[in-house]
């Protein structure tokens, strides 16, 4: 299911073959082009792991086509460059572009493999810091010694054994794409690329583009699909992408292949993990006509939900030590530590951002702080006093909200008023965002900042 793809590029059909034989032997997955007009086809269709190519070929050289494939930012992998005629300023010139070595001909077969798994290996490392670069930086969701967090860790491994296709729900800040890719690590998959994607910042036109690449003019441009290839793609907010572009993605998931953006018959092969998310029931957008119903139900075959922190409270002290040694070694704040009434007050803390809040929170108070100790004063001091709303609507007159701070006044009245809305809707999450013309995932969490169930008012 890993095993790399490694593209020869050389005109001599005797060394394509005995190359190719080598290579296959050594358990890797090869195609030969005898030309860079053929490689050129190969590797638009299909991004190799690896290029061997060689530099004198009739027609455009290597290292001409070296140079296109940097040029169009094409060169995901490393690429070997061949010759019988070699110099040290051609092999200068060919890693200045970009290739990861040079091998003059006759080949050694025994330094043409060593070549090449030291070529692999180094990319795969590449590809590993980078993902560790990007998991420092991301939220760790998984740290946490409860039962709910210890029970969501071993769904999380059977998935990843038995399961391609996976659907995140949970609510803003819960961890979605750090679950993603704690998903990733714990599959056969983990060797290769983990990429992701927020489609919600990404608008509905360049969405498809950005996922499935283009082909305009006889020049691909790489998209999503084809730098997850072999590995796993996330996609938050799956909803975001238009009707049309879900409608290729299903056909995509399907067929395990895909054209890309003005292709018509250059298809590529598709081996991937999927995994997407929503911070909401997609049941509504189903019904309401914004998702497309075959692809839910593909992607809904076994949900996993991430629960917010206020369901694991007894993992906020874990959690806040982690984002203390966490801040101080990766940003260099001072250190300073919770006291034990600190701790206690922020484990009945409502936390409706949940961890990302939790993480903004150890930070602010690292920043700000003066003493080694964060007290409980301090703590609420951060967080301000909470604002209550009532949980149903005001009884009486308008006037009664004049009687009430300016803050709570107001918090009131958008309680009512979503209250309101959702019963004209019937519940319908998806009409209650057209009628009050917000977006439903800052609906949601404005709903549960108020304190509205929508659940209560529908049919």
């Given at each position: 299911?890993t095993?790399?793809f490694?593209?020869?590029?050389?005109?001599?059909?005797d060394?394509?073959q005995?190359?190719?034989?080598i290579?296959?032997?050594?358990?890797?997955?090869?195609?030969?082009?005898?030309?860079?007009?053929?490689?050129?086809?190969i590797?638009?269709?299909?991004?190799?792991?690896?290029v061997l190519?060689?530099i004198?070929?009739?027609?455009m050289?290597?290292?001409?086509?070296?140079?296109?494939w940097?040029?169009?930012?094409?060169?995901?992998?490393?690429v070997?460059?061949?010759?019988g005629h070699?110099?040290i300023?051609?092999?200068?010139?060919?890693?200045?572009l970009?290739?990861?070595d040079?091998?003059e001909?006759?080949?050694?077969l025994?330094?043409?493999l060593?070549?090449?798994?030291?070529?692999?290996?180094?990319?795969?490392?590449e590809?590993?810091?980078?993902?560790?670069?990007?998991q420092?930086l991301?939220?760790n969701?998984?740290?946490?010694?409860s039962?709910?967090m210890?029970t969501?860790?071993?769904?999380a491994?059977?998935i990843a054994q038995?399961?391609n296709?996976?659907?995140?729900?949970?609510e803003?800040?819960?961890?979605k794409?750090s679950f993603?890719?704690?998903?990733?690590?714990?599959?056969?998959?983990?060797?290769?690329?983990?990429?992701?994607?927020?489609?919600?910042?990404?608008?509905?036109?360049d969405?498809?583009?950005?996922l499935?690449?283009?082909q305009?003019?006889?020049?691909?441009?790489?998209?999503l699909?084809?730098?997850?290839?072999?590995?796993?793609?996330?996609?938050?907010?799956?909803?975001?992408?238009?009707?049309?572009?879900?409608?290729r993605l299903?056909?995509?998931?399907?067929?395990?292949?895909?054209l890309?953006?003005?292709?018509t018959?250059?298809w590529?092969?598709?081996n991937?993990?999927?995994i997407v998310?929503?911070?909401?029931?997609?049941?509504?957008?189903?019904?309401?006509?914004?998702?497309?119903?075959e692809l839910?139900?593909?992607?809904?075959?076994?949900?996993?939900?991430?629960?917010?922190?206020?369901?694991h409270?007894?993992?906020v002290p874990e959690l806040?030590n982690?984002y203390?040694?966490?801040?101080t070694?990766?940003?260099?704040?001072?250190?300073?530590?919770?006291?034990?009434s600190?701790?206690?007050?922020?484990r009945?803390?409502?936390?409706?951002?949940?961890?990302r809040?939790?993480?903004?929170?150890?930070?602010?108070l690292l920043?700000?702080g003066t003493?080694?100790?964060i007290?409980?004063?301090?703590?609420e001091?951060?967080?301000g006093?909470p604002?209550?709303?009532y949980?149903?609507?005001?009884?009486?007159?308008p006037?009664?909200l004049?009687d009430?701070?300016?803050?709570?006044?107001?918090?009131q009245?958008e309680h009512?008023?979503?209250?309101?809305?959702?019963?004209?809707?019937?519940?319908n999450?998806?009409k209650?965002a057209e009628?009050?013309?917000?977006?439903?995932t800052h609906?949601?969490?404005k709903?549960?900042?108020?304190?509205?169930?929508p659940k209560?008012?529908?049919r």
């Amino acid at each position: 299911m890993t095993t790399p793809f490694i593209l020869v590029v050389d005109d001599e059909p005797d060394i394509r073959q005995l190359v190719s034989e080598i290579l296959e032997d050594e358990g890797y997955r090869v195609e030969t082009a005898d030309s860079a007009e053929s490689a050129r086809e190969i590797h638009r269709k299909r991004r190799p792991d690896l290029v061997l190519l060689d530099i004198w070929m009739p027609g455009m050289d290597g290292i001409s086509l070296l140079k296109e494939w940097r040029d169009s930012n094409a060169l995901l992998g490393p690429v070997i460059m061949m010759s019988g005629h070699g110099t040290i300023e051609t092999a200068v010139e060919a890693t200045k572009l970009g290739a990861y070595d040079f091998i003059e001909k006759p080949l050694s077969l025994a330094k043409m493999l060593l070549t090449i798994g030291n070529a692999l290996r180094s990319s795969q490392l590449e590809q590993e810091n980078k993902g560790l670069k990007r998991q420092v930086l991301a939220t760790n969701d998984w740290v946490g010694s409860s039962q709910v967090m210890q029970t969501l860790r071993e769904q999380a491994k059977r998935i990843a054994q038995h399961y391609n296709r996976v659907l995140l729900y949970g609510e803003p800040g819960v961890g979605k794409q750090s679950f993603a890719r704690y998903i990733h690590e714990q599959s056969a998959r983990r060797d290769r690329p983990f990429i992701k994607a927020n489609l919600a910042s990404i608008g509905q036109q360049d969405s498809c583009k950005l996922l499935f690449g283009s082909q305009e003019a006889g020049k691909s441009q790489y998209g999503l699909l084809d730098e997850a290839n072999g590995g796993t793609l996330f996609l938050a907010e799956i909803t975001e992408l238009s009707l049309t572009c879900q409608q290729r993605l299903l056909g995509a998931l399907q067929e395990n292949r895909f054209l890309r953006v003005g292709s018509t018959n250059d298809w590529v092969e598709l081996n991937l993990n999927l995994i997407v998310s929503s911070s909401y029931d997609l049941a509504d957008d189903v019904q309401a006509g914004m998702l497309n119903n075959e692809l839910y139900y593909l992607l809904n075959t076994l949900p996993l939900v991430i629960p917010p922190l206020r369901e694991h409270a007894e993992d906020v002290p874990e959690l806040l030590n982690y984002y203390v040694n966490l801040l101080t070694a990766q940003d260099g704040l001072p250190y300073r530590h919770f006291t034990l009434s600190a701790q206690n007050f922020l484990r009945n803390h409502r936390w409706p951002g949940n961890i990302r809040e939790l993480r903004n929170l150890v930070q602010r108070l690292l920043i700000l702080g003066t003493e080694v100790e964060i007290t409980q004063d301090e703590v609420e001091e951060a967080l301000g006093a909470p604002v209550p709303v009532y949980s149903q609507e005001l009884s009486g007159t308008p006037e009664t909200l004049f009687d009430l701070p300016l803050r709570q006044a107001r918090e009131q009245f958008e309680h009512d008023y979503l209250v309101y809305q959702l019963k004209q809707a019937d519940g319908n999450v998806s009409k209650l965002a057209e009628q009050v013309r917000m977006e439903r995932t800052h609906l949601y969490r404005k709903m549960r900042a108020l304190g509205v169930d929508p659940k209560k008012y529908s049919r």
